[in-house]
DNA sequence: CTGAAAGCGCTTACAG
DNA sequence: CTGAAAGCGCTTACAG
């Protein structure tokens, strides 16, 4: 069985019947005789056959293949809404291609160009950093205006008509806010390494808004992951604290060791309150609040509305909504 | 611009040229008039011309596409693993397509099916667990018999006859072992989650090795990634220990948690070791020390091996050892 | 320098 | 019920 995968041409040769007729048997086209159907399946599973995917793509114009382009996997939302979207794809006859942008624009125009034409019938795609702040979006109108499907998930762009599924920031950072401020907590602190992003500022947003509604001071510290500790504990430092929201893990793991570094009891001096997958919230001390963004679901429902879209071949633009929601622990 | 992507059949209609010569101007071929190339490429840039990867990969056999297959993304090994494979890849002209297993054995045999026949040249691959389990290969020798190239990672099988990237485990867990021996620990505990992989009792025995060695009783606590800091709690209620070594990310929360909370100093009582990323590492508290498997660079390697196997064609197998590292932070 | 023809592996009208 | 032919979009000997 060295060499290259079988084909139709040589089982052809083999049986001394057509080409068309193993292919229509292997299809299980009502043309075909029981009797031949047999003996041709029989001898295609004895060769193991294959067919060529690329073959069939070429012909059918449909690669039942979809896209996943992302900006990272080493961040845990990305990585369990992958999870979600594989989870779907894996029960149906698609695959996924996964891409990684790493933020970068040109990456991901690179991405969409190699991909459209002919290996992919649609883009899940949660959009770049860079893409954002350049505000180009020809690589998606362009897919778009090719035939394909594309459906954008978390980092989504309003402007661009494709299915969308967001969750929603601005309400969930608000009524966390709500909740800090209701228990007493005055002085809140945001801790955010992602203000560049639209999620990242949406959240900050209803943040705001809630601290403002409530009649106290907004106070957000921004940074770079790997500076947010020491600007956190810079902070303590010289100002008083009853509360901070950390924007994403690394900003939730390093409020939490910055809080205790300055010796303040958590949550008796001071609430935390963090994004962090369910898993890692449980194994910290104490056991970290967090705002549950239900990135499985996302990732899931990202990847059934592409599926339907592809399957019934509709335009219908669908916006759908997953509610982050507030998992109260030991740290609040 | 709707519809689908431009063809060379309707840029040689435009243009009254014929599709060879459309076609051979884009490739820049020699045989082609400087003025002819130059109105064609022309063309094909306005058209936003996409040469169709499908038909390019039926014709030439090669898709210029490698396959990842890994376990799952959640777990930051592999994720940081997947990371060095496609920040090698994009400097390439070959492309990736990610497939997550979830350890299933069904799951990667079909894998292997679906993509061998056209889809990829090769396969970077994690051997899931099942699979480890069942040992059986079959879909691996399959596909190498067909002429693809595999590359192995991590999880490898000795028996495949194909390219493989490992870390030197054994000797790691050893020598972490011995580093504690040598500085007077002498209860040392083993925390496992994935005793049932290769990679966890590779480890394991490493860690046995050390401590039969320096005469002392191996303990290993084991148990499924949710139980780990109930285990490990229940153990520390009843016994004495003064070091604990856990073998991934949960297992090492689980263990700081469960000491912690055990009223037990760290590292005064007891001395904390475990695999985590470096980010996360720097940001708890104590900061963590840990085995560092330089999976970014463990990536990094099995997509050189494969790149370099595709480009030059040669059958030679490589076998290559990333060494792991301990890094000392506070908690040792 | 340009083009007609064959072929990659498949599917599907169309004939017989 | 079976097969010859065309075609998906490309590349590449081969002719001219």
Redesign the interface.
């Known amino acids: ?5 079988i084909t139709l041409k040589q089982l052809s040769s083999i049986l001394g019947v057509s080409i068309s007729t193993i292919s229509k048997a292997l299809n299980d086209s009502h043309e075909i005789s029981d009797a031949t159907k047999k003996r041709i399946v029989e001898l295609a599973k004895l060769h ?1 056959y ?6 069939v ?2 012909k059918s ?1 449909k ?1 039942n293949t979809i896209a996943v382009v992302i900006p ?3 961040n ?1 939302f990305f ?2 809404a ?2 979600g979207i ?1 989870s779907m794809i ?1 029960d149906t006859n698609f ?6 942008t790493k933020e970068s624009h040109a ?1 991901e125009v690179e991405t969409f ?7 992919v019938d649609g883009f899940i795609v949660a959009v770049c950093e860079e893409t954002q702040n350049l505000q180009n979006y020809d690589h998606f109108t ?1 897919v778009i ?3 394909k499907t594309v459906v954008m998930f978390d980092r989504v762009i309003d402007s661009v008509d494709c299915g969308k599924v967001t969750t929603n920031d601005f309400t969930a950072l608000s009524e966390a806010t709500q909740k800090l401020i209701s228990s007493g907590r005055k002085e809140i602190i945001l801790l955010s390494t992602i203000h560049k992003l639209n999620v990242g500022k949406q959240r900050a947003q209803g943040y705001v808004k809630a601290m403002e509604a409530a009649g106290l001071p907004a106070i957000m510290l921004e940074s770079d ?2 500076q947010a ?1 020491a600007v956190m504990g810079a902070y303590l430092k010289s100002n008083v604290a009853d509360a901070v929201i950390a924007l994403d893990t ?1 900003a939730s ?2 409020a ?2 910055a809080v ?2 300055s010796g303040k009891q958590i949550p008796k001096d001071i609430a935390v309150i963090g994004y962090v997958s369910e ?2 919230a ?4 104490p056991e970290l609040t967090t705002i549950n963004q239900h990135s499985y679901t996302i990732g899931n429902s990202a990847a059934t509305m592409m599926v339907e879209a592809l399957r019934t071949k509709s335009k219908e633009i669908k916006q759908v909504v997953v509610s982050s929601t507030l998992s109260v622990r030991d740290s609040s």
């Open positions: 069985m060295a060499g290259s995968n193991n294959q067919p060529n995917k690329i073959a793509g070429l114009g690669t990272s996997v080493q845990s990585a369990r992958l999870y594989e894996s695959n996924i291609i996964v891409c990684l990456k160009n190699m991909l459209s034409n002919g290996v362009n205006d090719n035939g992951d790997k500790g690394d793991l390093a939490l060791k205790k570094a898993r890692m449980h194994n910290l001390t």
